[in-house]
């Protein structure tokens, strides 16, 4: 019972939090651009969902694991000594110029 859980439980909230945000996208737009445009019109529901995944293909990507986690290995870099630096260059070949593949 709980693999079920867990194996529609991710698919379903992507699926609401979808529908949510195209929800925000219309009911923004709706509020907020034809007041400051003349002329332009109301959008339905499907437009501010199409409208939503049109932005995030411009803008955001779909990356996958990007934002927060690169920001995490940045802290963790910080954190850092020198000497933990030099030895994490050393073994992951991290800051090498070398093109041909090698390790210097």
Same mark, same amino acid.
């Given at each position: 019972?709980? &693999?079920? #859980?867990? &194996?529609?439980?991710?698919? $379903?909230?992507?699926? =609401?939090? %979808? *529908?949510? $945000?195209?929800?925000?996208?219309? $009911? =923004? /737009?709706? #509020?907020?651009?034809?007041?400051? !445009?003349? +002329?332009?019109?109301?959008?339905? &529901?499907?437009? *501010?969902? +199409? =409208? $939503?995944? =049109?932005?995030?293909?411009? !803008?955001?990507?779909?990356?996958?694991?990007?934002?927060?986690?690169?920001?995490?290995?940045?802290?963790? /870099?910080? %954190?850092?000594?020198?000497?933990?630096?030099?030895? !994490?260059?050393?073994?992951?070949? !991290? +800051?090498?110029?070398?093109?041909? +593949?090698?390790?210097?």
């Amino acid at each position: 019972m709980r &693999y079920g #859980a867990r &194996y529609w439980g991710k698919p $379903l909230l992507m699926v =609401l939090a %979808a *529908a949510f $945000l195209g929800l925000m996208v219309m $009911l =923004l /737009w709706n #509020a907020v651009m034809p007041a400051a !445009f003349v +002329g332009s019109r109301s959008m339905d &529901y499907p437009h *501010a969902l +199409g =409208l $939503l995944v =049109l932005s995030r293909i411009l !803008f955001g990507g779909f990356r996958g694991r990007g934002g927060w986690h690169q920001r995490r290995h940045w802290r963790r /870099w910080e %954190a850092m000594t020198p000497e933990e630096r030099e030895q !994490f260059k050393q073994n992951t070949g !991290f +800051g090498s110029c070398n093109h041909r +593949g090698e390790r210097t």
